[in-house]
Nanobody, 119 residues
Framework: QVQLVESGGGLVQPGGSLRLSCAAS????????MGWSRQAPGKQRELVAS???????NYADSVKGRFTISRDNANDTVYLQMNSLKPEDTAVYFC?????????????WGQGTQVTVSS
């Protein structure tokens, strides 16, 4: 079982930046695909970014060019750098870990961290 703990959320003005971190434990971190998903009030959870053990990244169209996912396998941590934030980025952001042979929804999840973009 993978344990995931997110940090770094908060309140930021439109156009600002935030960096989310997720510390993993309880597994061979380097083997897992790591992802960040978000869920806004009244909406379904959506996968916004993922990164494989080899560093291949994938992004939702809504965040391409603004968000960057990265991982530090030596420290079992994954990051989400969020730039040019918009009010529509407001959501609870969840860290996610899953083996490469299953759907991300079946993986392990953190408790989430709130990101609010507002002036």
């Amino acid at each position: 079982q993978v344990q995931l703990v997110e940090s770094g959320g908060g309140l930021v003005q439109p156009g600002g930046s935030l960096r989310l971190s997720c510390a993993a434990s309880g597994t061979i971190f380097s083997f897992y695909v790591m992802g960040w998903s978000r869920q806004a009030p009244g909406k379904q959870r959506e996968l916004v970014a993922s990164i494989t053990s080899g560093g291949i990244t994938n992004y939702a169209d809504s965040v391409k060019g603004r968000f960057t996912i990265s991982r530090d396998n030596a420290n079992d941590t994954v990051y989400l750098q969020m730039n040019s934030l918009k009010p529509e980025d407001t959501a609870v952001y969840f860290c996610n870990a899953y083996p490469p042979y299953i759907n991300y929804k079946m993986g392990s999840w953190g408790q989430g961290t709130q990101v609010t973009v507002s002036s």
